[in-house]
């Protein structure tokens, strides 16, 4: 059932924006992970990244970035397996904002198209906010379910929150 708000929720985000060409942004924080400074992701991780791909399995995915992390590229992979893309790695150092600009930097190339971004929980949100989502949503540190959906269209940036996997 989850599964199915997912594609619904991506498709009618979708569809508002077609005929403004609307860029869509769907950003997700990485699935479970152990503590540790740049930990593979636990097997319940993995059948989180594995309900990304699931979810946005019917998404006409045109980009996926993430940073340069074995969780967040763990957490992609199933959907660039699934849909034949191959992220972008960004490497995330310094300060936030710094990051979220050089994100939307690399979303900005894919105008009109819909762009996956695999971030943390202070990155996920600095991007929103760089997106013009204000105030942008807050991701406690145990919160995996979630993925936003930013269309950023002729008339503002509009955000859905959707809860995906178990």
Sequence with gaps: MI??????AVA?????????AATTVILVRH?????????DLLPEGRARAESL???L?????????????????QTAAPLAAATGV??????ATGPEAQHAAEVVQRINAFAGKT??????????PAVIQALGISPAPVIADTSYANF???TRGTKGPTMLRVRYGK
């Design 115 to 124: 762009v996956v971004y695999v971030g943390h929980s202070n990155t996920v």
């Design 86 to 91: 191959t992220p972008i790695v960004l490497t």
């Design 148 to 150: 936003f959906i930013v």
């Design 57 to 73: 399995l019917r998404t006409p995915v045109d980009a996926i970035i993430h940073t340069q992390f074995k969780r967040t590229g």
């Design 3 to 8: 599964k199915r708000w997912a594609t619904l």
């Design 12 to 20: 009618a985000v979708m569809l508002t924006g077609c005929a403004r």
């Design 31 to 39: 699935a479970e992970r152990p503590a540790g400074a740049d930990p």
């Design 53 to 55: 791909a699931v979810a």
